[in-house]
């Protein structure tokens, strides 16, 4: 009788141990204490290593939410690399392209502003085009612009030329703006060497002080990429963006340094070139380049500081905005 009486017990016990009669959420939260006559009771103890549901997501999601550009870094070279190869594609010369544009351009301006103007390039109480030809001075400036206006004019068509990543897939549309930078700056790679070949025969080796010229790119990439994500998400919601951009960046390319010194402007219009965001970063080349100056470190923390600004109030306006794509496209 007294085995039939402890029969019911051990097997209460063995129904209540950790992974029997519990249930599985509450399996792991405990852990059995022998000793008692009537069986084996549980204690409200968690165990080292708290049991996990299946449900939650892997560590590795998780981390892919926080930091997204890392997460998905493969995808987006993958993709930049097929959008270039796209851009040139069906073309004899292909990415050659990429540098006949500029040179065309350059000497497109340094015709009508070296030849026929007769512009001279003026620093404070100096002739520099005894020193360095004007159109290499132009040409510098060139490809700062260029790569801000390549993606400046291509940022309101986006999300609009890749509806079936925001309708069909779950993608990471994030990466879109991030993909047509990296070919923005593969142009700019490609513009520089040109340029670096250029300056090598006409003035031999250059100061060692461009090899901070990356100093340069850094700030006018960030205030690209933020103003290319606030261009990218109006341009969802406001069709005729599109038209407005080019004219745009025709003004901000002469409200800019890449034709003149701003110091030789007249001082009531000498704030209309400070303020443009692609000054700092073409007089800075310049210094860097055929100067042989270095950054100022405050006026370069400050343009540093106000291109992270733009750069994350742009992604956060983007990330904010995007839940209604899919609804107005």
Do not use: C
């Amino acid at each position: 009788m007294e085995a039939g009486t402890r029969g019911p017990s051990a097997s209460g016990a063995q129904g209540a141990a950790p992974g029997g009669g519990l249930p599985p959420e509450r399996a792991g939260q405990y852990h059995a204490v022998s000793g008692r006559p009537d069986g084996v009771a549980l204690v409200s103890a968690p165990l080292s290593k708290p049991w996990r549901s299946s449900t939650d997501p892997p560590k590795q999601n998780r981390l892919a939410r926080v930091t997204p550009f890392s997460s998905n870094l493969s995808l987006t070279v993958k993709l930049a690399q097929r959008e270039f190869d796209q851009r040139f594609r069906g073309s004899m010369l292909g990415w050659f392209w990429a540098l006949i544009a500029p040179l065309a351009m350059l000497a497109v301006f340094s015709l009508v502003f070296g030849v026929i103007f007769q512009s001279r390039w003026q620093r404070p109480g100096t002739e520099v085009t005894a020193e360095y030809a004007y159109p290499l001075l132009l040409f510098s400036g060139l490809i700062m612009f260029n790569f801000f206006s390549d993606q400046f004019n291509r940022a309101p068509n986006l999300v609009l030329e890749n509806v079936s990543y925001v309708k069909k897939v779950v993608f990471p549309l994030d990466v879109l703006v991030v993909v047509s930078m990296l070919t923005s700056l593969a142009t700019v790679v490609i513009s520089f060497a040109a340029f670096l070949v250029i300056y090598l025969v006409m003035h031999g080796l250059p100061p060692a002080t461009i090899l901070l010229l990356p100093l340069a790119l850094l700030p006018l990439a960030m205030i690209t990429m933020g103003i290319s994500y606030l261009l990218a998400s109006l341009g969802v919601f406001l069709r005729d963006l599109k038209h407005i951009t080019p004219p745009l960046s025709t003004a901000i390319l002469f409200m800019s340094s890449v034709f003149y010194d701003p110091a030789s402007l007249p001082e009531p219009y000498n704030w209309l070139i400070t303020l443009n965001p692609i000054t700092p970063a073409v007089n800075l080349m310049r210094d860097l380049v055929f100067w042989g100056q270095g950054p100022d470190l405050l006026t370069y923390s400050s343009y540093l500081a106000f291109a992270a600004i733009v750069l994350l109030a742009g992604l956060v306006f983007f990330r904010r905005t995007k839940k209604a794509f899919a609804d107005v496209i």
